[in-house]
């Protein structure tokens, strides 16, 4: 793990030239249902009232918002295509668990301040030169654009460590820039979607050859089937610019749906299936795959 070369050979395949991308899928499959920083406000129950009055939102007070957040996360998946090649695929199972912290705070105005720091273990079950970890820290501001029908733009400092063992030195380190617009359209009490885009600038890779921008649109279903149990369609489309390895680029697509169960705030669990295809002008980074899993997560704030 960690040779890179210019025309890697089918044992060294997707996963392990670049595990950095295995961690934004696997990332992808975890569940996301933080409060929105414009709002503060959540759609009331559906009632015979609705159609007369519209969608009835109940407001929460923001000043006793906590602006500390502390979680764990643990998650067992199955892929059928554990390296991410184009041919000779193989099923695998991998574990998935880490820790993470988050920092949220109002500044003056629309202004947020946003901070976050993770580190995570990725272990496979039978390909275990696939194994690595992974630590992320990433701050930023945050601000609110009621204008733009209460759209969020982000504007965040992004770092990124991979390691074969957290004592190791590392085989893979990223800095991006971080720019993206986010909106929450709630159709009614129990429906909603989500439309995100997102750019990311390398502006430091080691090694060099992994050194990319990123350029994704992101759709979000949600549909609430109680106060506990949500149903999620996603769909990503990204684009990866690999400037240093022979002008590479893939583009990248992953249709996914997931049940997630919240029996209290600081408590959730969750299932899902995800598609993966990925098409690059180099046919070796041509793959297809599937993974599927279930999640456990704890949260604190504070």
Same mark, same amino acid.
């Given at each position: 793990?960690?040779?890179?070369?210019?025309?890697?050979?089918?044992?060294?395949?997707?996963?392990?030239? +670049?595990?950095?991308?295995?961690?934004?899928?696997?990332?992808?499959?975890?569940?996301?249902? +933080?409060?929105?920083?414009?709002?503060?406000?959540?759609?009331?129950?559906?009632?015979?009232?609705?159609?007369?009055?519209?969608?009835?939102?109940?407001?929460?007070?923001?000043?006793?918002?906590?602006?500390?957040?502390?979680?764990?996360?643990?998650?067992? #998946?199955?892929?059928?295509?554990?390296?991410?090649?184009?041919?000779?695929?193989?099923?695998?199972? #991998?574990?998935?668990?880490?820790?993470?912290?988050?920092?949220?705070? !109002?500044?003056?105005?629309?202004?947020?301040?946003?901070?976050?720091?993770?580190?995570?273990?990725?272990?496979?079950?039978?390909?275990?030169?696939?194994?690595? +970890?992974?630590?992320?820290?990433?701050?930023?501001?945050?601000?609110?654009?009621?204008?733009?029908?209460?759209?969020?733009?982000?504007?965040?400092?992004?770092?990124?460590?991979?390691?074969?063992?957290?004592?190791?030195?590392?085989?893979?380190?990223?800095?991006?820039?971080?720019?993206?617009?986010?909106?929450?359209?709630?159709?009614?009490?129990?429906?909603?979607?989500?439309?995100?885009?997102?750019?990311?600038?390398?502006?430091?890779?080691?090694?060099?050859?992994?050194?990319?921008?990123?350029?994704?649109?992101?759709?979000?279903? !949600?549909?609430?089937?109680?106060?506990?149990?949500?149903?999620?369609?996603?769909?990503?489309?990204?684009?990866?610019?690999?400037?240093?390895?022979?002008?590479?680029?893939?583009?990248?697509?992953?249709?996914?749906?997931?049940?997630?169960?919240?029996?209290?705030?600081? #408590?959730?669990?969750?299932?899902?299936?995800?598609?993966?295809?990925?098409?690059?002008?180099?046919? #070796?980074?041509?793959?297809?795959?599937?993974?599927?899993?279930?999640?456990?997560?704890? !949260?604190? !704030?504070?």
């Amino acid at each position: 793990m960690g040779v890179l070369v210019f025309a890697p050979t089918r044992t060294q395949a997707q996963t392990l030239l +670049d595990p950095s991308r295995t961690a934004r899928d696997t990332s992808q499959s975890l569940s996301n249902d +933080d409060e929105s920083v414009v709002g503060g406000s959540t759609a009331a129950e559906e009632s015979s009232g609705d159609s007369d009055l519209g969608i009835q939102m109940l407001l929460k007070r923001n000043e006793n918002a906590q602006p500390f957040s502390l979680w764990v996360d643990s998650s067992g #998946f199955w892929t059928d295509n554990a390296a991410n090649v184009s041919t000779g695929e193989t099923q695998d199972y #991998f574990y998935a668990g880490g820790v993470n912290t988050a920092w949220r705070y !109002k500044l003056e105005g629309r202004y947020y301040a946003d901070a976050y720091l993770g580190q995570h273990w990725y272990r496979y079950d039978s390909m275990r030169q696939l194994d690595y +970890d992974n630590g992320e820290v990433s701050f930023g501001l945050l601000a609110a654009l009621p204008e733009l029908k209460d759209s969020i733009f982000y504007l965040h400092y992004y770092y990124q460590r991979i390691t074969q063992d957290i004592t190791d030195s590392s085989i893979y380190d990223a800095q991006q820039i971080r720019v993206g617009l986010q909106n929450a359209i709630q159709i009614n009490a129990a429906n909603s979607v989500n439309i995100g885009l997102t750019s990311s600038y390398g502006v430091g890779t080691s090694p060099e050859l992994l050194q990319r921008h990123e350029h994704a649109l992101q759709l979000g279903y !949600k549909f609430r089937v109680s106060s506990q149990v949500v149903l999620s369609l996603s769909y990503r489309l990204a684009y990866f610019d690999y400037f240093n390895m022979q002008e590479r680029q893939d583009v990248n697509q992953n249709l996914g749906a997931a049940v997630t169960y919240r029996p209290c705030v600081n #408590f959730e669990m969750g299932a899902g299936y995800y598609y993966a295809i990925n098409q690059s002008n180099n046919a #070796f980074f041509d793959y297809q795959t599937q993974l599927g899993g279930i999640s456990v997560a704890g !949260k604190l !704030k504070f």
